[in-house]
């Protein structure tokens, strides 16, 4: 089945405890990338990925960081977890065939930081 | 920039009612439009898709028309179910090239027996 898994779930934690969660997909896709998600805000890109090795920035990059080392993996990380960052996160991917370039997602994680 | 408007909610309907649900956009180019369901819990699932103008997604029973005289792609069913509450996003992609979507609020829709 083709699927974007995210692991964990869910996560509270405490400020400035570092924390990675992953992102895999199955369809080999080149493009990845992580939202947040906020009440009132809707979703907002974080970091993407057009293929293995190659990142940048989006809207709301500020406190994360990413690293695509495998095609299939796209790892979020937050090396200083700040209460702002109490959020709902999905990660996505799409291939160059896709059209129109919809994108699959996780089924998200909810990150509580305290 | 490029931006997607859609209507504030939530939206409180009783089964069987007709949904509409507004939203329009602004870009340079021509995107491609989208409609992305989530359910409590849940991710988002792509409900349709509309690649160029005049264009109509469907599935389970709702619609969007790719209106570029009005940058509009309402989302539309005739008769909701209680299973068709959720959040729905309208989103668009700037380029077709599989990059980042573009997202609307979002709009909460809540069915009632």
């Known amino acids: 089945e083709a699927q974007v898994t995210q692991n964990p779930r869910y996560l509270i934690t405490v400020t400035g405890k570092k924390l990675t969660v992953t992102c895999s997909q199955n369809?080999?896709?080149?493009?990845m990338s992580w939202y947040r998600q906020d009440p009132g805000l809707g979703l907002r890109q974080i970091y993407y990925?057009?293929?293995?090795?190659?990142?940048d920035k989006g809207d709301v990059p500020e406190g994360y960081k990413v690293s695509r080392k495998e095609k299939r993996n796209f790892p979020l990380i937050l090396e200083s977890p700040s209460p702002n960052q109490t959020s709902l996160y999905f990660c996505?991917?799409?291939?160059?065939?896709?059209?129109?370039?919809?994108?699959?997602f996780g089924p998200g994680t909810r990150l509580t930081v305290t | 920039g490029d931006s997607v408007t859609q209507m504030e909610g939530p939206v409180t309907l009783s089964e069987e009612a007709f949904l509409t649900i507004n939203c329009t956009y602004t870009?340079?180019?021509?995107?491609?439009l989208f409609w992305y369901v989530q359910y409590p819990g849940e991710g988002l699932q792509l409900l349709l898709k509309?690649?160029?103008?005049?264009d109509k997604g469907s599935n389970k029973g709702f619609e969007a028309t790719y209106r570029k005289e009005t940058t509009s792609f309402h989302l539309e069913k005739g008769s909701v179910q209680v299973s068709d509450s959720a959040v729905y996003f309208c989103?668009?992609?700037?380029?077709?090239?599989?990059?980042?979507?573009?997202f609307g609020k979002g709009t909460t829709l809540s069915v009632s027996s």
């Open positions: 509309a690649t160029k103008a005049d």
């Open positions: 996505a991917s799409s291939g160059t065939g896709t059209s129109g370039g919809e994108q699959y």
């Open positions: 990925s057009m293929n293995v090795e190659v990142t």
């Open positions: 870009a340079t180019g021509y995107p491609s």
């Open positions: 369809m080999n896709h080149e493009y």
């Open positions: 989103a668009l992609n700037p380029n077709q090239a599989g990059t980042a979507l573009i």
